[in-house]
């Protein structure tokens, strides 16, 4: 069985700061995901990672992934209050050629003044 | 534009009642999937579906119901089986067999009364 740990799960950091979260998987995958989520809304999709090494950036927030330490990491730089949102990533098997995805608990970050 | 349409946005249940949540996509992706959130939680599967007229549960799946008659719809009943209902709901799409991730509808929230 697939699992997703993330952390942290809570996050409060003022504006300005540096941050990493970590999204853990257990089992082998070739792909891994990042969505966001502001209160009481859908996810949004950030970045898709599909390989080994694969680093995206979008302002921000860069994503990379290890698959061999089976790591991503979301890297916040600069933090301002518009980030404050949940963070998922989610991550496929790789044995299955289904779409299924796992996803991780969520790391809620605050960015503070 | 193509996208996925979540209805109704809020939904009200009585105890002992079956009640239907609406999920179409017009994006032409093959698959669908139902999940779950409960406050501060992650996103848990409740169905999918990779082809129409074919389904798969999910890791939280008594108590839901679901039918995949058309390529673009994929309804979810919540029966009087389930027992704690109340929570978010999100419907989404993907390619099937692709790494594109999901695009996820707008939610619907239900509430036991």
């Known amino acids: 069985e697939l699992k997703v740990e993330q952390n942290p799960l809570f996050l409060s950091m003022q504006e300005g700061k540096n941050y990493t979260i970590y999204c853990n998987y257990s089992t082998t995958s070739d792909r891994l995901y990042w969505y966001r989520q502001d209160p009481g809304k859908s996810l949004e999709s950030l970045f898709v990672?599909?390989?080994?090494?694969a680093v995206k950036q979008e302002g921000r927030l860069m994503a990379s992934l290890d698959t061999k330490a089976r790591l991503s990491t979301l890297h916040i730089t600069a933090a301002v209050h518009d980030l404050s949102a949940t963070y998922f990533c989610?991550?496929?098997?790789?044995?299955?050629?289904?779409?299924?995805?796992?996803f991780g608990e969520g790391t809620q970050l605050t960015v503070n003044p | 534009d193509g996208g996925i349409t979540q209805s109704p946005k809020y939904l009200f249940r009585k105890e002992g009642q079956n009640v239907t949540l609406s999920c179409e996509q017009n994006l032409n992706h093959d698959a669908m999937y139902w999940y779950r959130q409960d406050p501060g939680q992650g996103l848990r599967l409740i169905y999918y579906s990779q082809i129409v007229n074919d389904f798969q549960k999910g890791d939280i799946a008594e108590g839901y119901s679901v039918s995949r008659e058309k390529k673009e719809s994929f309804p979810l009943t919540v029966t009087s089986a389930q027992k704690n209902p109340t929570a978010f709901y999100l419907c989404?799409?993907?390619?099937?067999?692709?790494?594109?991730?999901?695009?996820f509808g707008s939610g619907t929230r239900l509430t036991v009364v």
């Open positions: 990672l599909l390989s080994n090494g």
């Open positions: 989404a799409s993907s390619r099937s067999g692709t790494y594109y991730g999901y695009t």
């Open positions: 989610a991550v496929g098997p790789k044995e299955t050629s289904g779409s299924r995805l796992t």
